[in-house]
Structures are given as C-alpha cells and as structure tokens.
C-alpha cells in the first residue's frame, strides 16, 4: 500500500515567516508534486520533481521553492508567507515514466497566514 | 501548456439517478485522462482513468468516454448512491517528464437519499 504522509495537517504562520512544509513516500516513487487546492480552482501545480535534486516549475511556482535532496522526500518552502498563500497544500507521488502515471495523494497540510 | 476546463462545479443528483461530468482539454497531445475522487475532508484518490486509444471505458457503476476530435472526455455514474458524493476532478497528462497533470476546477456532487 502506498504511503504518503505530510508533516503537519494545520499550519498557522504570520505574514512574512518562512514556512516548510514536508511530503515522503515510502514506495520508492521517482516523481513527486506539489499542489494547492482552493475552491473552484482545482489541484493547481506549483512544482514537481522527476528525481533526486531535479525540479521542474508547475503552473504557480511564484513565491515557492522546492528541495529534494532525497527520493523519499520532497519539501515545499515559503520564502516569506503571505496571506494569498492560505489554502491547502496536497502532495503526491507516482511510480515513474511511461504507463504508471497514477498519482498518490498526501492528507493534506491546510495553511493559514495571518 | 494544458488547459482543462470542468462542468458542472456542482451537481445535484437523487439517489439512484445518473450522474454526468464533462470536461475539455486544449492539448492535442494529452494522451492519459485519469479520475480523481476526493470525499469530505480525506485525500484525492483514482477511480478510473482512460487512454487516448480508447473510446470508453466501465468499471462496475462508472465509466469514463473520450471524443479525441472534440477534445472532451466525460465521467458516468449510474444509480447513484449516497456514498458517491464527493468533489470529482478530471486530469489530463501527456506523459511529458515526471507524468504532469492538469486538473480540472472540480465537480461537487451531492446525492439526495
């Protein structure tokens, strides 16, 4: 069974503090993302990562960074939080290239800047 | 880059009707359409996903149409059930690196008992 667990389910922070938020799959998966979901706007990619130390910008990248150092691990990191980055942050992970493009959900970290 | 765009944002169904969600894409090279389901307060999960060389495709109560010309796929779900209400999202990928998605807005679907 596929695990994917994210370091906290809620987060409060203030107005410019630099936030980490943390994902690890435990099946070996080559690729991970990154999303955020608001309400009518869907799942939107902020970046993604295909192997270790590798990154590729998603469809919202400003005002993100990444860090995988690891496989297992994919870090999400708010530089200086602003309160239009409130909403809930979703990883997931899937096996690799070619017919295995099943993505893995995390639970979830929903973030709130005051 | 890929643009998919979801219909209805929420559908309202009694119990034991059909239930149907459209969505477009604007990439002709998207190849991969998967499914996801996400019930009240837990994790996006696949429910059926469908291949571009394929024009419909069943799993028990859901199935999953694509007209490649028109650019649409669509989800059905017969005799709707209660436990069916959840938000659905349509996706479409065109297995570039790392098998990127592009999510559609989302679909909340509320079965009346």
């Known amino acids: 069974d596929v695990k994917v667990t994210q370091s906290s389910r809620y987060l409060v922070k203030r107005t410019g503090e630099k936030v980490f938020l943390e994902c690890v799959q435990d099946?070996?998966?080559?690729?991970m993302f990154w999303y955020r979901q608001d309400p009518g706007l869907g799942l939107r990619l902020i970046y993604f990562?295909?192997?270790?130390?590798?990154?590729e910008k998603g469809d919202i990248p400003e005002g993100y960074s990444v860090s995988r150092e690891k496989k297992e691990r994919f870090s999400l990191i708010l530089e200086s939080a602003s309160t239009n980055q409130t909403s809930m942050y979703l990883c997931?992970?899937?096996?690799?290239?070619?017919?295995?493009?099943?993505?893995?959900f995390g639970p979830g970290t929903r973030l709130l800047v005051l | 880059g890929e643009n998919v765009e979801q219909h209805p944002s929420t559908l309202s169904v009694q119990e034991g009707d059909s239930a149907v969600i459209k969505c477009t894409y604007s990439d002709s090279a998207s190849n991969y359409f998967p499914w996801y389901k996400q019930e009240l307060g837990k994790r996006p999960q696949l429910i059926i996903d469908i291949r571009s060389n394929v024009g419909e495709k069943k799993d028990q109560r859901i199935a999953v149409t694509l007209n490649k010309t028109a650019k649409h796929f669509s989800l059905h779900i017969t005799e709707t059930q209660p436990e069916d209400s959840a938000v659905y999202f349509c996706a479409a990928s065109s297995g570039n690196a790392g098998n990127m998605l592009t999510f559609g807005g989302g679909t909340r679907l509320m079965v009346k008992p």
């Open positions: 099946m070996d998966h080559e690729n």
């Open positions: 997931a992970s899937s096996l690799g290239t070619g017919r295995r493009e099943t993505q893995y």
């Open positions: 990562s295909y192997d270790v130390k590798m990154k």
